[in-house]
């Protein structure tokens, strides 16, 4: 899915990603798609649902597909609600401007839950960026690009339009913004490069695969080439979690890339005029110019001749020579040519290292292939400050599809490296998520632990308000108490005095008569 234009991926994956975010879980969902053509790229990224396509334009083959059906997009024959969904990609724009409402009320009509539509719309930035790319195809082929041309003859639809129509028929949309101008522009430009010659095309497919793995999830822009709008009929609210601006790294490794293709694409266009590596190759020899402080000179120079073979190994030995070796210039051959120079070793006199510049009339150089386009092809090599005692090195004398082999294998590699590391991220992701998971249950039962202490807390609270109003309830019924016992002695003392005066002796003895 990631191999195809990316263009279309640009397209459909963002219709990808808001179908799936508004589908309950396990529905298959009735999409029409309008102006697809002939292809099929909505099933690819949606193969759970059912899908219909419709253009007013089919094939004769697709004529009996009962997936396409032949129909105007302005005035369908459907009943209302008949699809869940309906999706037009960049077809608004080449709807005539009087059709454009017709076409926007047909689309709410016949979607049940929502229409998707996305194009590019007017703004100075996407008018010259269109004009510039049309430029570049009609530079190859002598004749505007189809598409483009329509843009021009019909005009590019304003945003501000649309959505004026959409509220003023109180439609419920939202608008997002996705593929900034300058990446489309420069992508678009290596396609039709790639176009003009087939040979540039698996380099093509290497940046589309990138860009559709790497840079898609952060490209969203409001300086965009492209508008999404989604017209909702239900009312649900769109949960998209748009990434940051680009990261460094990868806009840098798009950057390589894109420059790998053009010095590839200056290359393969110039096929014809690339030297044979068998010619005059018998005569051919290799020269080594050193300089010893007065600059290079042919009685300053060994020469090597390649004979019958293109690869030629070189030694030499400057053991015994007093003066310092300050540069060295490597001529490999007497005619222009692609070169590998390889296993450069500088032998000092406290060991052996590796020359880290080297300088000359070559057009192109990737790591040790060296590429030449007129003859008395010439590499510079710097010297180190210590003493040089000799120089060992390999030249190859190779078929500029080496060259192209050697940057496709480049590309191949970065593509699996960022594999490696789109893998090891989403590998980190998964376990940040696997955390984030842990951490939100331990924050819940951290929560419930919380909320139960608090509990306890309140309780101890109540209880020790019980305690110290029954201490006071208990120090009130002592007080009492001690009243009573007050009481009771000062009642007895009466009964006391009662019992001891005169009167109760009188009425003690006043009874005893009555006894008797």
């Known amino acids: 899915m990631k191999t195809i234009l990316f263009d279309q991926f640009q397209r459909y994956n963002n219709v990808k990603q808001i179908v799936d975010s508004l ?95 996305t ?59 996705h593929g900034s101008v300058d990446l489309w522009e420069r992508i678009m430009t290596i396609h039709f490069f790639a176009a003009s010659n087939p040979k540039l095309s698996f380099m093509r497919e290497e940046i589309d695969k990138y860009y559709n793995t790497y840079l898609f999830s952060y490209d969203y822009s409001d300086n965009s080439y492209r508008k999404i709008v989604v017209v909702n009929k239900v009312n649900m609210s769109l949960e998209r979690n748009h990434l940051s601006k680009i990261p460094i790294d990868y806009l840098n490794e798009f950057n390589r890339l894109e420059d790998l293709f053009f010095r590839l694409a200056s290359i393969v266009n110039n096929d014809d005029h690339l030297p044979n590596i068998n010619n005059n190759i018998n005569e051919d020899k290799i020269q080594i110019f050193i300089d010893y402080g007065e600059g290079f000179a042919e009685n300053c120079s060994r020469t090597f001749l390649y004979g019958e073979s293109s690869t030629k190994y070189i030694s030499l030995d400057f053991t015994g020579i007093e003066e310092n070796v300050y540069r ?10 692609c070169f590998i120079l390889e296993n450069m070793k500088l032998i000092l006199e406290n060991g052996e290292k590796s020359p880290n510049h080297y300088e000359g009339n070559f057009i192109f150089n990737y790591e040790d292939i060296y590429l030449f386009d007129e003859d008395d ?24 599809r080496v060259l192209i082999d050697k940057i496709i294998r480049v590309i191949q590699e970065i593509t699996q490296m960022n594999d490696v590391a789109s893998e090891t991220s989403n590998n980190l992701q998964n376990k940040v998520s696997e955390m984030d998971s842990l951490n939100q249950s331990l924050q819940k039962e951290n929560d419930i632990l919380i909320s139960e202490i608090e509990n306890i807390k309140v309780n101890i609270e109540l209880l020790i308000i019980e305690k110290n109003n029954a201490i006071s309830l208990l ?42």
């Open 23 to 117: 589908r309950n879980e396990g529905r298959v969902l009735r999409i029409l798609e309008v102006g697809a053509n002939e292809h099929r790229n909505l099933e690819v990224f949606l193969p759970t649902d059912e899908i219909t396509y419709l253009d007013i334009k089919l094939p004769d083959g697709l004529l009996s597909d009962p997936q396409f059906i032949l129909g105007d997009a302005t005035q369908m024959d459907f009943p209302d609600n008949h699809f869940d969904i309906i999706v037009a990609l960049d077809v608004y724009e080449h709807i005539p401007g009087e059709l454009r409402k017709k076409f926007i009320d047909e689309l709410y009509r016949v979607s049940s839950s929502l229409f998707i539509l």
């Open 475 to 516: 120090e009130l019924r002592e007080k009492e108490v001690e009243e009573l016992r007050s009481r009771v002695y000062c009642l007895e003392s009466e009964l006391e005095a009662i019992y001891s005066s005169r009167a109760w002796n009188a009425i003690r003895n006043i009874k005893k008569i009555f006894k008797k």
């Open 377 to 400: 092809p010439q590499i510079g090599i710097n010297m180190p400050l210590e003493k040089l005692t000799g120089i060992q090195f390999e030249i190859r004398k190779v078929s500029y």
């Open 119 to 177: 194009a590019p719309f007017h703004s100075k930035h996407v008018v010259e960026a269109e004009s510039r790319v049309n430029s570049v195809f009609k530079s190859f082929f002598n004749e505007d690009f189809i598409w483009l041309a329509e843009h021009i003859e019909f005009g590019l639809p304003k945003i501000e339009q649309l959505t004026e129509y959409l509220e003023e028929k109180k439609m419920n949309f939202e608008v997002l913004s």
């Open 328 to 337: 060295i210039r490597i001529d490999p051959s007497d005619y222009s040519g």
